[in-house]
């Protein structure tokens, strides 16, 4: 289902005439507003006259978190603060957060993507959309709740946490769609069954997760567990919140609004652009936002570009499923180890929850990762051969996708934390600066 | 002729044990018999106890991994040799035996030992062909 079938299906050639001419008013609205991008233009040696066509994107200066962090709180804005009508913050994990600020249009654009999303996962008015991702300065719970409104759907404005009462609502409203956390929808099927909730008898058709990495497996694990249509969708709260990009039925990667941003897929390492097809991180740059344009912002967030079209009939370039962080990548001895890779080994031993934790040591100069996974009752056995054979096997193939020798420790369940929003998957105890 | 037996995951940490135990005792379920089979990492608690339907939610719901087996109560004569008889009986059928342990409390003068085999129906039929008497569950929870 289109929600804006103009632009969800605009033709490329058009599409591209429409992103230059936003680009090129974004690049002087921040020439003019932001002095952080005056600076990092005039070091360039560029004007905003120099955009001629949208490849001269690539001459731009890029913008990473640390900008953000550093003209904290309101640094970057490119409106004066009577403009801004709401803030929202990143988690930041240490220090301070990134803050960005929404004009009325900023909104405005914002839950039309939001219903844009829903819409593309078949959610329509009538719909009785459960929205448990947190509310407050996090991006997801709003950012869902006035996309989910504007959509005419019925909004229940739970927020995360308290499963029972999740779980009662589920039932008792008829919830049909569910946004939250991949992770917690997961817990959500967990708790649910233990009740002897049967989710089958229940109205719920689809689920709409993200702000955290998820895999095929976990995917497919949802869709059964659940009994539903599990779609992605992607977005960081710096290039506007969830809603940048959203998977459509065919489940073949997420279409990025791209006439609200234009995407890009750099080399991390040289900054350089790579060509459709190729991985490396991806970079976004807004065309329409006033509150906080940002200029090639580097998400750290691994994936691939098609711009293929899709079977669905949008035109809209596809990512792939996010690989992993930039930053959220270990090095285990040399060896570049992702926790989402960790993630889909133990789904496919289809033997374990995936709860799991990577705790990363160096011991004697070495480097030493142990994975954690909660013992569920299918891998359990009386016999200490099984469960040691079960250690083995899951040794062997982490070795062999990973290529990192790891210890395997089964932890009993409900013992690795899990937050209710995002799940904690790594644990790097190394102290080497 | 099967007896069944909870059997707790159990990581090596101090208090667990004390904790599966309390659940039991507040659930005021028997502990028969029991044994603990133990690694570098983790434990496998194994349980014959009066009421293993009940323990197994209990555990369960106190939020351990819990498995369930069958095994067989085996009595054997109170003296030297004893055991012996048993375990050359299997021994002849080919059956392996993949742990055993004995009874915390004694029926009259014979000994109580859990035996858990893979083959467990054809370990039921030689032991009972060559006069070794086998308790029954309802036998062994009501101990």
Redesign the interface.
């Known amino acids: 289902m289109y929600w804006d079938k103009e632009h969800e299906t605009m033709p490329r050639e058009e599409l591209s005439a429409l992103q230059l001419q936003r680009l090129k008013s974004t690049v002087d609205r921040v020439y003019r507003a932001v002095p952080f991008y005056r600076q990092k233009f005039l070091e360039k040696g560029f004007e905003p006259g120099d955009l001629k066509s949208l490849d001269d994107l690539q001459h731009l200066p890029f913008t990473t978190k640390q900008d953000l962090r550093d003209h904290y709180p309101f640094g970057m804005f490119a409106v004066p603060l009577e403009e801004i009508v709401r803030v929202h913050a990143s988690s930041g994990t240490t220090g301070k957060p990134s803050v960005v600020g929404y004009t009325r249009n900023d909104l405005a654009n914002w839950a039309g993507l939001i219903a844009r999303s829903l819409a593309m996962a078949g959610g329509a008015r009538g719909d009785v959309i459960q929205n448990a991702y947190g509310y407050g300065l996090f991006t997801g719970g709003l950012g869902l709740h006035y996309g989910a409104e504007l959509l005419g759907a019925v909004v229940v404005p739970v927020s995360g946490g308290n499963t029972d009462r999740q779980l009662m609502l589920m039932q008792d409203f008829g919830t049909t769609m569910l946004t939250c956390t991949p992770s917690y929808a997961l817990f959500l099927a967990e708790e649910g069954e233990a009740a002897g909730l049967d989710f089958k008898k229940l109205p719920l058709k689809a689920g709409v997760f993200g702000a955290e990495f998820w895999t095929e497996n976990m995917r497919r694990e949802l869709e059964a567990r659940l009994d539903i249509m599990a779609l992605d969708i992607y977005g960081l709260s710096e290039v506007m919140g969830p809603g940048v990009s959203m998977e459509c039925p065919a489940q073949k990667g997420a279409h990025v609004a791209e006439d609200h941003f234009i995407p890009e897929i750099i080399d991390p390492d040289t900054g350089e652009p790579l060509p459709y097809g190729s991985r490396g991180e991806l970079v976004l740059t807004t065309i329409t936002k006033e509150g906080i344009p940002l200029i090639r912002y580097r998400t750290r967030d691994i994936s691939v570009l098609h711009p293929e079209e899709c079977s669905c009939g949008r035109t809209h370039a596809r990512m792939e499923r996010v690989a992993g962080r930039t930053d959220d990548m270990l090095i285990i001895r040399g060896v570049n180890v992702f926790p989402s890779q960790v993630e889909s080994v133990l789904l496919e031993f289809g033997e374990t929850e995936p709860h799991y934790l990577l705790v990363v040591d160096r011991k004697t100069e070495l480097d030493d990762l142990e994975v954690r996974v909660e ?3 299918r891998m ?5 051969r099984e ?2 054979d079960l250690e083995t096997r899951l040794r062997q193939k982490l070795l062999s996708v990973l290529n990192v020798n790891a210890r395997i ?7 690795i934390p899990r937050s209710e929003g995002k799940a904690m998957r790594v644990m790097d105890r190394r102290d080497i600066k | 002729m099967k007896v069944r ?1 909870i ?1 707790v ?3 090596n940490k101090s208090g ?1 044990l004390a904790e599966v135990a309390g659940v039991l005792g507040a659930n005021k379920i028997n502990i028969r018999a029991l044994s603990i ?1 133990d ?1 570098t ?2 434990g ?1 608690l ?1 349980l014959i106890v009066n009421e293993p339907d009940r323990a197994y939610r209990e555990l ?1 719901g106190a ?5 369930s ?1 069958d095994v067989i109560a085996v009595e054997v004569a109170d003296r030297p040799g004893g055991l012996a008889g048993a375990l050359q009986v299997l021994e002849r059928a080919g059956i392996n035996i ?2 055993l342990y004995a009874f915390v409390q004694k029926a009259s003068n014979a000994a109580l030992v859990v035996f ?1 085999v893979e083959q467990i129906d054809e370990a039921v039929r030689v032991l009972q062909e060559n006069g070794v008497r086998i308790l029954s569950g309802e036998e062994v929870y009501s101990l």
């Open positions: 013992l569920s009752e359990f056995s009386d016999r200490v469960l040691e420790k089964f932890v009993e369940p409900r013992t | 037996q059997s995951f159990l990581e667990r089979a690694t990492d983790f496998i194994r369960k939020g351990f991994t819990v498995g087996t993949e742990y858990r």
